[in-house]
């Protein structure tokens, strides 16, 4: 059985989550549950859980703070919140599991099975010390290290070591520095998203690619941007052109 805790100030999402549990997910055992940072702590403590749903917003400490409190967190972390800004954005950017509330059965099922696979290879420390790192950070640092996980393992890897990403369906490949490349089971927009603050630009559905490592434009079709380190041109679509024009002060 998986040892979880659940942390949340308001008793009724505990309860509601508890319930949620026991009856979709035979897998997980709720050893204790908190209201609030402190009790949580002395619980985790004691307790050693597998896993712990974690509310962020919480009177006082949140969850982030409680986090940063504790010396080990060889736990899985679900964050199980309301909470759709940036905290949601660094958790994404970390690769870590979060619930919306209001929690979404099949959601919680998907979560429950990747936390089974997750407690007999535990990449969470380093994912979680990426995630509070990103936190405390007040504006973007390409030292920042984002989480890619792969089918065999999760890679941390420096934003500014990647030259671009590029779709296939619902997969992105990352394409790097070193030459090493990386399939992610996730669509681009996500990390579009993620990354655009970061001065990664969408310059074709199909693409997206770091400013930083542009070595030139061709002037060939709509348009080709040429990356440094990767002897490949990548396709500016027609309606994107005039904005990477713009972005380059063409």
């Given amino acids: 059985m998986i040892r979880a805790i659940i942390v949340d100030d308001e008793p009724i999402n505990i309860s509601n989550l508890r319930a949620l549990l026991m009856r979709h997910c ?16 002395e619980h985790i403590i004691e307790l050693k859980p597998d896993v712990v749903f974690l509310d962020i917003e919480m009177p006082g400490k949140n969850g982030f703070d409680l986090l940063r409190s504790l010396n080990d967190t060889d736990f899985d972390v679900v964050f199980v919140t309301a909470y759709d800004t940036y905290g949601i954005m660094a958790i994404k950017f970390s690769a870590l599991d979060y619930l919306l509330k209001p929690i979404n059965i099949t959601e919680l099922k998907n979560t429950v099975n990747r936390i089974e696979q997750s407690v007999n290879t535990r990449k969470q420390n380093s994912r979680l010390n990426n995630l509070l790192n990103l936190l405390d950070r007040k504006s973007p640092d390409e030292s920042q290290k984002i989480a890619l996980p792969t089918q065999k393992e999760t890679y941390l890897v420096p934003v500014k070591d990647i030259v671009r990403c590029e779709s296939s369906n619902n997969y992105t490949t990352f394409y790097l520095t070193n ?8 669509p681009l927009y996500e990390y579009d998203e993620l990354l655009s603050p970061y001065g990664f630009i969408r310059c074709h559905q199909s693409h997206l690619v770091n400013k930083a490592h542009v070595a030139s434009i061709l002037n060939e079709d ?5 990356m440094n ?3 490949q041109k990548i396709p500016i679509s027609r309606q994107r052109k005039s904005t990477i024009k713009s972005l380059f002060k063409i």
């Avoid at 549950?33 to 702590?41: L, N, Q, V």
């Avoid at 030459?179 to 996730?186: D, M, Q, W």
């Avoid at 709509?222 to 040429?226: A, D, R």
């Fill in 26 to 41: 035979e897998g997980i055992d709720v050893v204790a549950t908190a209201t609030g940072a402190d009790e949580a702590r």
């Fill in 179 to 186: 030459g090493a490349e990386h399939l992610i089971s996730k």
């Fill in 222 to 226: 709509s348009g080709y941007l040429v």
């Fill in 229 to 231: 380190y990767i002897s």
